[in-house]
């Protein structure tokens, strides 16, 4: 598979093109890599995208593996940030992967849950222990 070299708002990343246009080939960034739109390239010769380049990691590895995980101490406005560029890019099933992660998360603190006691819940389970709220 063709290697490429990005330039993300002055932060490098390599990827496949396969990575690029699979996932999503109805997004921008498919379609930026397939011809339909004109790039332009940095000094050293890869592909310069004007965005944030800290958040265009996330980007990556959903186009990547379908899934992102958002280490944020502030999860909310990382993800409002990322649903922005999920726009942009017309990332649809990761703006629907984002609305979803957010909806559950409301539902479970409407419901007393927080993702830790999620996570306490099935440490407990994998041991054969009861949870006891």
Known sequence: PAIIELNVGGTTYSTSLETLRLREPDSMIARMFSGEIGLRKDELGRYFIDRDGEYFR?????????????N?????DLRQELLIEAEFFNLVGLREYLLMQQEMEECMNENGFSFSTLSNLF??????????S
């Open 58 to 70: 996330y980007i990556l590895n959903y186009l990547r593996d379908g899934t992102i995980v958002l």
């Open 123 to 132: 440490e407990l389970r994998k041991t054969g222990q009861q949870f006891n």
């Open 72 to 76: 944020s101490p502030n999860v909310k």
